[in-house]
Antibody, heavy 114, light 112 residues
């Protein structure tokens, strides 16, 4: 059974950094496309990053380009999102998702506030 | 960026009746491989989204056949026949044909 478990969410101050993790089970993460999607409180869904299973190519939304980095560790079967220079508008629940969103984790909450 | 405009944004429905949600794209979503990567999701309050339909009309395994997707090019529709109480929540369309991928604003379905 496919399972995705996000972790690493926290309350941080503007300008600080945070790394989110997504532990996968039931499939080999490094051979599948993976994405991060976020949802601000009471708002809609926003796709923010993608990593290709085939060649590791990465893509980002303009809102996070240059500040966030998606990566993966095949040994740990995990996906990561390194988030730097955090802003208040980065507050929300962050989800990892498999392939074109076939499966989702439960999400982890990031709050950026002074 | 591709803008997806959903309508209506709020949809009160009567149990047993049908409901339709429109998703209009600012440009064609036909990808270079000939596929159209238009996806529909359902999100219940407090839950993660669930993919209902991929590539316009391809229903996920386990999704009731009351849900159907249609459309082409820039105009897409999700139809729910015989709405049930479990269908409440927010429905999103999303395009995976053009970078950056984008979501519609969401349509909130509630029971009258």
């Amino acid at each position: 059974e496919v399972q995705l478990v996000e972790s690493g969410g926290a309350l941080v101050q503007p300008g600080e950094s945070l790394r989110l993790s997504c532990a996968a089970s039931g499939f080999t993460l490094s051979t599948h496309d993976m994405s991060w999607v976020r949802q601000a409180p009471g708002k809609g869904l926003e796709w923010i990053s993608f990593i290709a299973g085939r060649d590791g190519a990465t893509y980002y939304a303009d809102s996070v380009k240059g500040r966030f980095t998606i990566s993966r560790d095949s040994g740990k079967n995990s996906l990561y999102l390194q988030m730097n220079s955090l802003r208040g508008e980065d507050t929300g629940v962050y989800y990892c998702s498999l392939s074109k969103f076939a499966s989702w984790g439960q999400g982890t909450l990031v709050t950026v506030s002074s | 960026d591709v803008v997806l405009t959903q309508s209506p944004l709020s949809l009160p429905v009567t149990l047993g009746q049908s409901a339709s949600i429109s998703c209009r794209s600012s440009e064609s979503l036909v990808y270079s491989d000939g596929n159209t990567y238009l996806i529909w999701f359902h999100q219940r309050p407090g839950q993660s989204p669930r993919r209902l339909i991929k590539k316009v009309s391809d229903r996920e395994f386990g999704v009731p056949d009351r849900f159907s997707g249609s459309g082409s090019g820039i105009d897409f529709t999700l139809k729910i026949s015989r709405v049930e109480a479990e269908d409440v929540g927010v429905y999103y369309c999303m395009q995976g044909s053009r970078w950056p991928w984008t979501f519609g604003q969401g349509t909130k379905v509630e029971i009258k």
